[in-house]
Structure formats: C-alpha cells, structure tokens
C-alpha cells in the first residue's frame, strides 16, 4: 500500500512541475510579446503623430523614400510582380541590413505612402529631392541608391522605356547623369 502512495505522490509531483514549467513558459512568451510591442512603440508613436498628415509628407527616414523610389521603379513595368517585389525585398536587406520581417514591412509601409503620391515621375522627382537633401547623405549612398534601382528595374528582364525615364529623373536630380 505505501509504494502506491510513493507512486501516486510522485506523480503529483511531476503533474506538478510540469504545470508549474507550463505556466513559466506562458509568462516568457507574454513577455517577450511585451517586449517587442515596446521596441515598436517608438515607430508606432511616429506614425500616430504623422496621421494628420498624408501621402508623401509623412516620409522622415531616406531609407523610406529610398523604398518608395525602388516601388516606382518596378510598378512602371506594370503590376509589381514577385520577382520585382522580392528584389526590393533584397535590396533592403542587403544596403539596410534589415531583417526579412522588416523589410516586408518597410515595402508594405512604402506601397501605402505612394499609392496616393501621384504620378510616378511626381514621386520619383519629391523622393529623389527628400534623398539628396536628407542629413548624411554621401555621392556614394547615391550612387548606391542608383544601383539599387537598376538591379529591381532589371528583375523582369531589360529595363522598360517607363523605367529609363524614371531612372533618368532620378540621376538628373541627382546629378549622376554622365
């Protein structure tokens, strides 16, 4: 009768440690939840602040004008396919050296400002002007910038004539234009 006790006394005691091991891996998780609305609460802020204001001129980061000038590029071909979308999506990680969650988001947040941004070459033209006069931006992250564009106006093949107009804008402004 004793060893029945010892068992089932044991058992209790597993049963529990493992809901108490339950209940610490719930905590860690809801913290960790916590953890990651509180890192982006700044951006969250931003962008509340930015709501009286609409289209373009929410646009504060060169990186998110830079983004906005990529999605140009790739919609004047047309509809943005997978191929153009996932070589903006590999720009952003390779010159930002963001994640693949934020650049998602990054090319999600762009597509919103330019939607209502006007004509393609009125938004190459506001964003090219917001890059080169942003603080610290160098003649190389320019040219890096021209770059970039290049590699997602090539991602369906051979540039359109929409895309060689548009890169023609932004290398006039930029003063990249040989």
């Keep these: 009768m004793h060893i029945i006790v010892a068992i089932i006394s044991f058992l209790g005691f597993l049963l529990v440690w493992y809901w108490r091991l339950k209940a610490i891996r719930e905590v860690a ?22 709501a009286g204001k609409g289209g373009l001129d929410v646009v504060d980061d060169p990186r998110e004008a830079a983004v906005i000038l990529m999605l140009e590029i790739a919609q004047a071909r047309g509809t943005l396919t997978e191929r153009q979308e996932a070589a903006v999506r590999g720009e952003i990680m390779h010159h930002f050296e963001f994640d693949e969650g934020d650049a998602n988001e990054l090319i999600l947040q762009a597509g919103w400002l330019s939607r209502n941004g006007g004509a393609s070459h009125v938004v190459m ?15 190389k992250e320019l040219v890096d910038l021209d770059g970039m564009l290049v590699a997602v106006s090539e991602a369906e093949g051979n540039p359109t004539e929409n895309q060689l107009n548009l890169l023609t804008i932004y290398r006039d402004k930029t003063g990249l234009r040989v």
């Design 29 to 50: 998780r809801d913290g960790k939840k916590i953890a990651e609305t509180v890192a982006n609460l700044p951006r969250k802020m931003r962008f509340k602040n930015k």
């Design 125 to 139: 033209s506001k964003m090219t002007d917001f890059v080169k006069t942003s603080a610290g931006m160098t003649n």
